[in-house]
């Protein structure tokens, strides 16, 4: 089992940056395919991004592509969200999610353990 922390949410202006973070704890790190996923008030919960187990292949929501980065570093046991360019649209919960079977996924389902959340606001 592993415990997801997420950390680095909190208020920007349209156009800013913001780096989250999510810290892992348990079992070993990197045997897990990582995710990032997001759910605004009233809406389904999201995929946005996610990273295989060694970092070589990532996948990326269309909406998100090009403006954010996903990356791991299986030394720290953490996994991060570099976002920029952001949008008040993208104005959301953003949750932390590891995945036991090899391969990204885009669908929240395929996850077997998740973070608590961090709040992203986006201003205009």
């Known amino acids: 089992q592993v415990q997801l922390v997420e950390s680095g949410g909190g208020l920007v202006q349209a156009g800013g940056s913001l780096r989250l973070s999510c810290a892992a704890s348990?079992?070993?790190?990197?045997?897990?395919?990582m995710g990032w996923f997001r759910q605004a008030p009233g809406m389904e919960r999201e995929f946005v991004a996610a990273?295989?187990?060694?970092?070589?292949?990532?996948n990326y929501a269309d909406s998100v592509k090009g403006r954010f980065t996903i990356s791991r570093d299986n030394a720290k046991n953490t996994v991060y969200l570099q976002m920029n360019s952001l949008k008040p649209e993208d104005s959301a919960v953003y949750y932390c999610?590891?995945?036991?079977?090899?391969?990204?996924?885009?669908?929240?389902?395929?996850?077997?353990?998740w973070g608590q959340g961090t709040q992203v606001t986006v201003s205009s």
């Open positions: 999610a590891a995945k036991n079977l090899h391969g990204t996924s885009r669908y929240f389902d395929d996850y077997d353990y």
């Open positions: 348990g079992r070993t790190f990197s045997s897990y395919t």
């Open positions: 990273i295989t187990r060694s970092g070589i292949t990532t």
